[in-house]
């Protein structure tokens, strides 16, 4: 069983940018955090005595915690006001990363992390609900994308500030910046943010709240959606978090170089965000499948991988890896704004999902990645196969869409 949108825009009106940016500004921090340890790793490695492999689980920490905390707490959070829960999900966010800058040992801080990925989990389905409900009809697409975007920005000057603030006093230091950061962000939205219109709606029972959310997994598009979502993001961010040890290994890079070379993949990563939002709008209101673009970023994702990394020329190599991280965060950014479309009365619990579809790949692919060698024909041959079978994923969600013989409709509505 499926449900699909509508492809024509049901409403006119503004957009509240002013509004949007006031939680782009968590999106920031939360992309800086996710891309902020690669450059890290073998720093947090020699800390603490261990392997790259290794400190590699304080990435997994963070998206796990994520991962399995989101849909929940979605689910319970549903009818609150998003302010309010965008608020508590800052400051659990900052907590944890006060926690990673004092860690003792390995274990606290993958824990620590852990729990800044549970903040996030909390905050974030609250933001994309907010995004895609107060968004103009015709400019939904562009409203998510730019959000996509945003959380890919943060990548251009926290990666970079990172591993500076790193070179020069530790691995702590950074951590501590996104704290500062998410608590100038927690006071502004506090201040300024105002819940939408429809936020103070009827409140569901917390078992009818979870069903709801679970009742999600029947639809066949949103079960393809989420694992469209996992393979590709598994090969884009579970790939590039060894990128740092692989460029270093092969064209020396330091701390100052990966962290310029973080800053220009947060640029394509931005860039592919921002363009998957105008292409999902036209190709809804033309009414052609939303999942068909999808299937191009897959496939240059993979052919991106491999150009990057079979090639052992400095060059090249950066380029490929410019195009790789752009055509995976359109992927990302296609996916989010299919769902938040269609499942449009579930939004803040259907892109949860995809949230914590997204955090699972990463762990996975970080985990499944780590035991192969680094940069070697198999390594590659994983990162690019997880992408192509994201295609095929992309590819059968296309002919559902086209075969026809599901129900129409924006909203989700008959989901309970």
């Excluded at 790259?52 to 991962?67: C, D, K, R």
């Excluded at 500076?164 to 501590?176: D, Q």
């Excluded at 931005?270 to 999902?280: E, K, Q, R």
């Excluded at 052919?303 to 995976?328: E, F, K, Y």
Aim: charged share 10%.
């Amino acid at each position: 069983m499926e449900l699909t949108a509508s492809n024509a825009p049901t409403a006119a009106g503004r957009t509240p940018w002013p509004q949007h940016a006031l939680v782009h500004a968590v999106f920031f921090a939360m992309g800086a955090e996710l891309f902020l340890v690669p450059p890290l790793l073998g720093l947090i490695a020699r800390d603490f005595g261990v392997g790259e492999a290794s400190a590699a689980w304080v990435i997994s920490g963070y998206v796990l915690g994520y991962a399995v905390s989101s849909p929940l707490l979605a689910a319970l959070t549903e009818g609150l006001s998003p302010r309010r829960v965008i608020l508590a999900g800052v400051a659990i966010f900052a907590l944890g990363d006060l926690g990673c800058a004092l860690a003792p040992t390995l274990p606290v801080l993958v824990a620590a992390h852990a729990v800044s990925g549970i903040g996030g989990g909390l905050a974030a389905p609250a933001i994309w609900a907010l995004l895609g409900e107060t968004a103009a009809a015709h400019q939904k697409g562009r409203a998510i994308s730019v959000g996509a975007a945003l959380y890919a920005g943060g990548q251009i000057v926290g990666v970079p500030l990172g591993s500076l603030l790193a070179a020069a006093t530790g691995w702590r230091l950074p951590f501590v910046v996104i704290a500062g950061w998410l608590a100038i962000s927690w006071l502004a939205i506090a201040v300024r943010l105002r819940d939408p219109a429809g936020a103070a709606r009827p409140r569901r029972t917390r078992g009818a709240a979870i069903r709801a959310s679970l009742g999600l997994w029947r639809y066949r598009d949103f079960l393809g959606t989420l694992a469209a979502t996992t393979l590709t993001q598994a090969a884009r961010i579970g790939a590039y978090s060894y990128v740092g040890v692989i460029f270093g290994q092969r064209y020396g890079f330091g701390l100052a170089a990966l962290g310029a070379l973080g800053a220009a993949v947060g640029a394509g990563s931005m860039s592919g965000s921002l363009l998957a939002g105008p292409v999902i709008d036209r190709w809804r209101t033309t009414g052609r499948p939303l999942a068909a673009p999808l299937i191009g970023w897959a496939v240059l994702l993979a052919a991106a991988i491999v150009g990057t990394l079979a090639v052992d020329a400095v060059v090249p190599a950066v380029l490929g890896l410019l195009i790789w991280c752009a055509a995976g965060g359109a992927c990302y950014s296609t996916a989010q704004a299919m769902l938040g479309i269609t499942f449009n009365d579930h939004r803040a619990a259907a892109v949860s999902w995809n949230n914590a579809s997204m955090n699972a790949g990463v762990a996975v692919g970080t985990a499944l990645l780590g035991t192969l060698a680094l940069g070697s024909a198999g390594f590659i041959a994983a990162a690019a196969g997880l992408a192509g079978l994201g295609a095929l994923v992309a590819g059968w969600l296309t002919l559902l869409s086209v075969r026809g013989g599901r129900a129409r409709g924006e909203a989700a509505g008959t989901v309970r």
